[in-house]
């Protein structure tokens, strides 16, 4: 199962992350989208999961929570927060195996006690030097392979 990862796109959807979302079998936007119109975009390609981020404050954006809990593959319990400064549980206790956040704008990947860490980064307007980035788990049985791509931007 290959589960696409954008976050921070802030109104932009580049033509370079629609391309490498296709052939998700879900996606999941880590907030700060910026318009509906992204996550229609986004829903055409794949089954979509978004969570508000900070800057989601628009009419469109009142139905997004601010954490989403997904599973896949049965066992793979994913949790979905914009900053991860609002991580409100303990990932361990609670079974999570994966954290995806945005916010930060730095793409990064980390295990800590087992659980993966994963913030693909901004998909959107460039930010400072930070890369233009999204991301993806690939989750094949009990085993989670993250990775982030820098696009070319």
């Known amino acids: 199962m290959r589960i696409g990862l954008i976050s921070d796109t802030h109104g932009l959807l580049r033509p370079e992350a629609v391309a490498f979302l296709k052939g998700s079998d879900h996606i999941i936007h880590g907030g700060d989208i910026g318009s509906a119109e992204i996550l229609d975009a986004l829903a055409r390609i794949s089954p979509l999961t978004a969570v508000r981020g900070n800057n989601d404050n628009a009419d469109w954006a009142g139905a997004l929570q601010e954490i989403e809990w997904l599973t896949f593959e049965r066992s793979t319990t994913i949790y ?5 400064a609002q991580l409100d549980v303990d990932p361990l206790a609670a079974g999570v195996r994966v954290i995806v956040s945005g916010h930060s704008h730095k793409p990064a990947v980390r295990e800590k006690n087992g659980v993966v860490y994963i913030n ?3 998909a ?6 930070l ?9 094949e049985g009990e085993k989670i392979t993250p990775r982030i791509v820098e696009l070319g931007a």
């Open 80 to 84: 979905v927060v914009h900053d991860l």
């Open 120 to 122: 693909p980064g901004s």
């Open 124 to 129: 959107g307007p460039r930010r400072f030097r």
């Open 131 to 139: 890369p233009i980035a999204v991301g993806e788990l690939l989750i």
